[in-house]
């Protein structure tokens, strides 16, 4: 009998045979995120990772994007965050919810007090101070997955992905989504979340009924 890890792609999230392809990501439930972050250990490195995964969650941002964030970027004060340099080098500045506030406060106070950053260290870095990679990101949350026993797909841009399918059910405009995700076009929006909630078909299909047996 073969082992997951006799399978090509065994440990890194992709399916056997499909090594090499990009997967479409798989949109995460509130109960899956919290499991996720609850599972996340009480060190150094995981509340940097708990705060991390939760500003990617709760504001959408890309992996590079949260990577590449100083402290000063953040103003938790308004509950906002300047990415300076977004896809095509463009700068924006989004939003983040209050609930979020308490998660990244505590990975700052320990960030200042137990590794004690020089200037221009990225707000996520590693225990030496040093910027992270987006691989050390995707390995983390498939660690974290496999701990909470979550099968689908999960990796950075699934967060994104579950923000953006989350505020559309909520009722947000999709030119506020358009704003938030960063996207050139309101086009590039539609088509995105055409793809990852088509809330029209969503809504028709469960209002029909049938006399069922």
Known sequence: MRTARAFPGAGTG?????????????????R????????????V????????ITVMYRSGLRVGEALALEPKDIDLAVGSIAVL?????????????RAATPIIERWVATRAAQLAP??????????????????????????????????????????????????????????VIQRQLGHASLQTTDIYLSHIAPKEVIEFMTARSWDAP
């Not at 899956?32 to 060190?43: F, G, I, K, R």
């Not at 340099?85 to 919810?97: L, S, Y």
Request: net charge positive; proline share 9%.
């Open 32 to 43: 899956e995120v919290l499991a996720m972050l609850a599972s996340c250990p009480d060190t």
């Open 118 to 175: 020089p200037p221009g260290v990225p707000l996520f870095c590693s225990q030496k101070c040093r910027r992270m990679s987006r691989s050390m990101v995707r390995e983390m949350l498939l660690r974290l997955a496999r701990r909470t026993g979550i099968e689908k797909r999960v990796h950075p841009h699934g967060l994104r992905h579950t923000m953006a399918y989350e505020l559309l059910m909520e009722g947000v405009p999709i030119p």
């Open 14 to 30: 992709v399916a056997p045979g499909q090594k090499g392809l990009t997967l479409p990501a798989e949109i995460l439930t509130p």
């Open 85 to 97: 340099h977004g896809k095509g080098d463009r700068r924006r500045t989004v939003g983040i919810d």
């Open 45 to 52: 490195t995981g509340i940097r990772d708990r705060a991390l």
